[in-house]
């Protein structure tokens, strides 16, 4: 069965620091997809990442970087730099193909709070 | 170019009522996600829509709760006599198929929320 594990409820740190995301997944397909989304304080959730189970290419993009390890299954986020606009919850998401109808669900993580201080 | 429309923003309700909950997906996209997020929790997998069809609703409550996604119209999320516990943001997400396969950049884009207060 598909699952996704956030192990830090909350984390905070000073304006400035760098911090890492944990996330570690579990899936029984070999084809699966990886998410991060940002769920900022007005609620909605923005996405930011999406990985392919088939491309462990680590991604940077500007002050977010994501390493993606299948060897112990995870994908983790760095924060470098943190600034006060971080601060949201951010969730890990995973994606594989349901056998039965074909289609794909989307197992989420319970989340990681980020508080950034200034 | 609207995004994922959910309302209402916040719904109030008193024990034994019905809530119904709407989603109207992005435009061109037939698959709709509904979740549920306690306070301090994560989101919770409820149910799984194409247009007219439950493709999955594992995560659905037995009792009470239903979903629809009509050929025309928005997605329906409906809780009948909402218990003090139902209380949580609802959020549906949309993507245009079911899949995230490698040819494509699939991902799921979320609604704002619908916050269902039960007194």
């Known amino acids: 069965a598909q699952k996704v594990t956030q192990a830090q409820t909350e984390i905070s740190v000073v304006e400035k620091e760098d911090v890492t995301l944990d996330c570690v997944y579990e899936t029984r397909d070999t084809t699966y997809y990886l998410f991060w989304y940002k769920q900022p304080p007005s609620g909605e959730l923005v996405f930011l990442i999406r990985r392919n189970s088939f491309d462990e290419q680590n991604e940077i993009s500007g002050r977010y970087s994501w390493n993606f390890q299948k060897s112990t299954s995870s994908f983790n986020f760095t924060i470098t730099a943190s600034q006060v606009v971080d601060s949201a919850v951010y969730f890990c998401?995973?994606?594989?193909?349901?056998?039965?109808?074909?289609?794909?669900?989307?197992?989420f993580g319970t989340g990681t709070r980020l508080k950034v201080l200034a | 170019n609207a995004g994922v429309m959910q309302n209402p923003r916040h719904l109030v309700r008193r024990r034994g009522q019905e809530a119904r909950l709407r989603c109207s997906p992005m435009?061109?996209?037939?698959?709709v996600y509904w979740y549920r997020q306690l306070p301090e929790e994560g989101l919770k997998f409820m149910v799984y829509l194409q247009k007219e069809n439950i493709i999955d609703e594992s995560g659905m409550p037995k009792e009470r709760f239903s979903a629809e996604f009509p050929k025309e119209g928005p997605s329906i999320l409906r809780i009948q006599q909402v218990v003090r516990g139902d209380s949580a943001a609802y959020f549906c997400?949309?993507?245009?198929?079911?899949?995230?396969?490698?040819?494509?950049?699939?991902?799921?884009?979320f609604g704002s929320g619908t916050q269902l207060s039960v007194l």
């Open positions: 435009k061109g996209h037939s698959h």
């Open positions: 997400a949309s993507s245009s198929r079911g899949g995230v396969g490698p040819a494509s950049n699939e991902k799921l884009f």
């Open positions: 998401a995973l994606s594989e193909a349901q056998t039965t109808s074909g289609t794909y669900k989307y197992i």
